[in-house]
């Protein structure tokens, strides 16, 4: 019996570790959203990226994503944000991914707000500040060697 619940525990206990490697242009993007359009002038959050294998689950007409109870809108989220930094997903270009929308959330948390859990605030809102970021980051046109010069050693979550 104490056999299989070792071998249990150590089945749930395999985690794929997120990563800090930058993906390309993500310094220039980060830049675009957190000073350009937020206007912020404090550290920008880290960004941690989940791996394909954590993306367990998938809505109808939406990309895989990661599972949740804590949104009231949807069991799986493309990201998720705290005050320090953000947890995202990779889905093959800027917009796509919730960049602007995270990074939303942490400028919330960092002023001193409850969790926006219903994208009731005027960020969230059409031609908010995640929208406005969106279209800048539609518009960017990438300089990998910006990130080069700033690419932090990898790290893991």
Known sequence: M???LALALLACARVVPYTRTPR???AQAVDLVWRDVYGRTDRPPDVWWVPPARLTCQEP???KGLPTTASLTSGCMGGNAWAGGVDLIWYDDWIRTDLAHE?????QARNGLPPD???ASPAFQPGGRVAQA??????MTCH???IQARRPAAEVH
Not at 103 to 107: Q, S, T
Not at 134 to 139: I, K, M, Q, W
């Open 134 to 139: 969106n279209a800048r980051l539609a518009e």
């Open 2 to 4: 104490r056999i299989y």
């Open 24 to 26: 390309s242009c993500q």
């Open 144 to 146: 990998d060697s910006a």
């Open 61 to 63: 007409g939406r990309e």
């Open 117 to 119: 859990l219903e994208h």
């Open 103 to 107: 990074f939303a959330h942490v400028v």
